[in-house]
């Protein structure tokens, strides 16, 4: 058995972050000791691992709870998991193509910049060249 502290130091994972796992039912709710400390077994120790991996790879939640899931049935295809990390790498893709553009962006605008002073500086006037959005209707 392991105090919340062990599961920690052990998977790098903060304290309140476990707690919140646990409420999110990624981990299964603890036995308690005597002294009403959270008592974990190995199999949290491996599931929260897991969890830590997928979250390093950008997995959300939900994604994750479903991994979990599919993760209970070794016998299954493995098409869901497939789909699920399909899924995210597409949109990990997208994020990509759009920091892309963020920094040709960015690239463009400090290379005009050469002015000494804010009153010829091309990063102030492009930011200031974008119109506001009129929200009112």
Avoid: W
Avoid at 32 to 58: C, M, P, V, W
Avoid at 105 to 133: F, K, N, P, Q, T
Wanted: include cysteine; charged fraction near 30%.
């Amino acid at each position: 058995m392991y105090a919340i502290g062990d599961l920690s130091r052990r998977t790098g994972v903060k304290v309140p972050t476990i707690r919140y796992y646990e409420q999110m039912g990624l981990i299964s709710p603890t036995q308690r000791s005597e002294g009403n400390q959270r008592r974990y077994e190995k199999t949290d120790l491996e599931r929260l691992a897991f969890i830590r991996h997928a979250r390093d790879l950008g997995f959300d939640i939900p994604a994750i709870r479903e991994l979990i899931a599919l993760s209970r049935h070794p016998e299954a295809p493995c098409a869901g998991a497939d789909r699920i990390a399909d899924d995210h790498l597409s949109a990990v893709r997208a994020k990509i193509a759009s920091l892309q553009k963020l920094e040709h962006e960015l690239e463009r605008i400090v290379s005009h910049c050469g002015g000494h002073s804010v009153e010829d500086c091309y990063v102030i006037r492009a930011l200031s060249d974008h119109g506001l959005c009129d929200h009112e209707h």
